[in-house]
């Protein structure tokens, strides 16, 4: 029996205790939220991103996965041509906005990439409803919208699961709908989001797209290229874009890479054709 219970204790102290109760650092190291949102508490935050994911996948028994990426400018031809309507109004009402100008421009560009979005579409319905080796392979996206959403999208329409990996940015990023709840992840660090790309990978398809597209391509050429991961089907889906803006054959012409190194990844154009690259891959190797 404490003190406080027998009554020793008068109302100025009891007072002061309260105060006492009510500092930070009285505050349990795992509710205090100051405390694990400080820099010093970066290497457990990592842990904590790697490990949440983690262990939700290996519940679901998730084991392989297929990794669709791209633009999440791409949107579908529906919704490009919403896009270019309401630009356009905003236009027509401030006609000297160069900015509102550039975005039109850039709106009408990407009406053209809309094939993407259906592809990537059918393409996660495909693999989806199809399995390598008896193994059923799930669909994972950044969770976004533009070609995250299509994959997301074909595989809720295949009414199958698919797994979405979002992250906080400054513009925040909403989830895309298709997504299946239970598998939606939100990341604080890119470094962390793409270890939980690679991890249960069995295939890798890129849609053409940006800085980030580039961003987590090239990770995975460098790892397999390097050994740090097993050689897996990596598809640059759109060969005329990728053939444009990434000159590989000039990489091995100039002894940057090796001309082997040409091998680690696929083009393709279609969504078939994408899936027989990874079948006759799996024929030719264990999953």
């Not at 990439?113 to 008896?134: D, L, P, Q, V």
């Not at 990844?265 to 690259?277: M, P, T």
Request: proline residues 4%; glycine residues 6%.
């Amino acid at each position: 029996m404490t003190d406080k219970e027998t009554g020793i204790y008068d109302k100025e102290k009891i007072s002061k205790i309260e105060i006492i109760k009510k500092s930070p650092s009285y505050r349990k190291a795992y509710e205090d939220l100051e405390f694990l949102r400080s820099s010093e508490l970066r290497p457990i935050r990592l842990q904590l991103e790697l490990l949440k994911p983690e262990m939700i996948l290996n519940k679901n028994k998730i084991e392989n996965t297929i990794v669709c990426f791209g633009s999440a400018r791409i949107f579908s031809k529906e919704d490009a041509i919403k896009r270019i309507k309401i630009i356009e109004k905003e236009l027509n009402k401030n006609p000297s906005d160069n900015l509102l100008k550039e975005k039109l421009k850039a709106a009408k560009s990407l009406l053209k990439s809309a094939n993407y979005y259906e592809e990537a579409r059918k393409f996660a319905k495909i693999a989806s409803t199809n399995t390598i080796n008896g193994k059923k392979l799930i669909i994972v996206t950044g969770g976004g919208p533009g070609i995250m959403e299509a994959a997301n999208r074909g595989a809720f329409e295949a009414n199958e699961k698919s797994i979405g990996l979002n992250i906080t940015l400054p513009m925040e990023q909403d989830p895309n709908p298709y997504i299946t709840p239970e598998l939606c992840f939100r990341f604080h660090y890119f470094a962390i989001r793409k270890m939980h790309f690679v991890i249960r990978a069995k295939a890798m398809v890129a849609f053409p797209g940006g800085f980030g597209t580039m961003d987590e391509l090239f990770e995975v050429l460098t790892l397999v290229q390097t050994g740090k991961k097993r050689r897996i089907p990596v598809i640059l889906f759109g060969s005329s874009y990728w053939k444009k803006v990434v000159n590989f054959k000039l990489m091995a012409e100039l002894g940057y890479i090796s001309y082997n190194d040409l091998d680690i990844f696929s083009y393709a154009d279609k969504a078939e054709q994408a899936w027989k690259i990874i079948e006759d891959f799996y024929k030719k190797n264990k999953i």
